[in-house]
């Protein structure tokens, strides 16, 4: 029996009805159950940190989220829709309004900043002039400080530019949610501390929420509201970065040392 | 081990199979991804271009130049143009440039979209509100079907005149004769089969690319191997549906 160390979280923000809902959800690849009956709200400009080992499936999760691994079973809902019932139409639509930030950055190799940036814009907003479309790209380059990047290649950027390249791809569509999956994983500190300041700060100018996958506790310090920490597939326990820090559970105390 | 080996090929050409059924399934409905096509199409059929006008010139000079001899010896040199057009149309031109597509854009292809599948940029792009399947496979595929036929025949011309030369090394041909034995030899039935068969040739190269990059794993090493198990695979598929076409052409009595 796993012990149930339920926190309440402790939040500034004034909350509503939650943005993404995930109700028993479960997840397995042959023998390997990676999410068992899985629990998790995420609330309006709320930012929730899932913390866990790796290989916890804890990049399985939002990738369940987002539509790109079906669940077994179980319900996800995303701004009131339930994602594993959608069709591709219904969720390309709800995929507008939720980014996601990849591990790998994910930036098209083949493609210029530029590029990068105008492709989601013309799938999803394809009666957008060619002026429009610029502006958006320079301010979303801009809110990133890295305007000057714009015709560059993938290729010619560090790990922390290209990061933030990935950041304002996401962006771009003015998304109410986001998901980043590891976001600081592989950068220096300083690097890293910049990466966590820019999410919180966007996160305030765009109003949004997000669901952040992280192993970096400074990172997560920064960002979280609320942290869930996700153990043998389950929600072990949840609260904010101060109270699970302080914890007396053996398992939890292992993140924090 | 045996039937391991056994179970394991018959379970990726089921996959393939799967693969080219998925295809022809998204391939033809909207949304239509016409630039993507023209792009894909312009480095397939353009950048492959030199190498393959390089290699046919080279293979109908050096065609020639073998055959002559034994022409001689039978006192038939004159039949040298008529040989030497029928084995290059045919034959020589069209397999060598499937091999030489099979090496540079079958690698290519499952290269590239190996790399994007580890690297997260197929998911990137499906949550971007964009078919990947559509975007990199349909284009890629329809690319290599409707590029290659144009580069075999282009290939053809190549290797003819390579013939021409090679044919004027050690003996004397005119321009005129050369081209009219030619002409006079090669018949609908020798050229439309051949043509018919590259469009399999470029098909068999673009979906085994496709699947062994769509469907790589293992990071940078399971790329690597995508690359290379498309060349080979789309290779041996090269003359396997070589061998059907000589079947089927011999049985509707085209030759």
Wanted: proline content about 4%.
């Amino acid at each position: 029996m796993i012990p149930q160390t339920n926190i309440a979280p402790e939040m500034d923000t004034v909350l509503s009805a939650p943005v993404i809902q995930l109700k028993n959800v479960s997840k397995s690849f042959g023998k390997n159950h990676v999410l068992k009956d899985f629990n998790l709200d995420l609330n309006k400009g709320e930012n929730v940190v899932v913390l866990g080992k790796s290989g916890s499936g804890k990049s399985v999760l939002i990738k369940c989220i987002i539509g790109l691994i079906k669940p077994d079973s179980g319900t996800i809902s995303v701004l009131g829709k339930n994602i594993p019932e959608l069709n591709h139409t219904e969720l390309d639509k709800i995929r507008a309004k939720v980014g996601f930030l990849f591990q790998s950055n994910a930036l098209y190799d083949s493609m210029t900043v530029r590029q990068n940036l105008e492709f989601p814009l013309r799938r999803h907003r394809a009666k957008m002039t060619k002026s429009e479309i610029d502006n958006l790209i320079i301010e979303a380059l801009t809110n990133v400080g890295l305007a000057h990047t714009v015709d560059m290649q993938p290729s010619e950027l560090s790990g922390g530019m290209k990061k933030r390249i990935a950041l304002a791809r996401t962006l771009i569509l003015k998304p109410e949610i986001i998901l980043y999956d590891e976001p600081t994983t592989g950068l220096d500190p300083i690097t890293g501390k910049e990466i966590s300041n820019l999410m919180c700060e966007l996160a305030k100018k765009y109003n949004t929420s997000s669901i952040i996958i992280s192993h970096d506790l400074n990172c997560v310090k920064i960002v979280a509201n609320r942290i869930v920490m996700l153990i043998d597939g389950k929600c072990y326990a949840q609260g904010n970065f101060e109270s699970l820090k302080n914890s007396t559970d053996k398992q939890v105390q292992q993140f924090f040392q | 081990m045996k039937l391991t080996a056994v179970r394991n090929f018959l379970n990726e050409t089921g996959d393939i199979s799967r693969f080219t059924g998925r295809f022809f399934a998204e391939a033809f409905k909207p949304r239509y991804e016409f630039a993507e096509l023209l792009r894909q199409a312009f480095f397939v059929g353009y950048k492959s271009l030199p190498l393959v006008a390089v290699t046919a010139f080279i293979m109908g000079l050096v065609i020639t130049i073998q055959s002559r001899p034994t022409l001689v010896e039978f006192g038939a040199e004159a039949w040298l143009p008529k040989m030497v057009s029928v084995s290059l149309v045919r034959e020589i031109a069209p397999v060598i440039t499937a091999l030489i597509c099979a090496g540079k854009i079958g690698s290519g292809i499952g290269a590239e979209l190996g790399s994007m599948k580890v690297t997260e940029q197929i998911d990137a792009m499906e949550v971007s509100g964009t078919n990947p399947f559509k975007y990199l496979v349909a284009t890629r595929v329809m690319a290599t079907t409707l590029t290659i036929p144009i580069l075999a025949v282009l290939a053809d011309a190549v290797s003819l005149y390579g013939g021409y030369l090679g044919a004027n090394i050690h003996g004397v041909v005119s321009w005129d004769l050369y081209w009219n034995q030619v002409f006079d030899t090669l018949a609908f039935s020798d050229v439309l089969p051949s043509v018919i068969k590259t469009f399999f040739f470029g098909f068999a190269i673009g979906i085994i690319g496709c699947y062994k990059g769509y469907n790589s794993n293992k990071g940078t090493e399971g790329v690597g191997r995508s690359a290379n198990s498309a060349v080979v695979v789309s290779s041996l598929l090269v003359f396997i549906l070589d061998l059907l076409a000589v079947q089927i052409i011999d049985i509707l009595r085209l030759t």
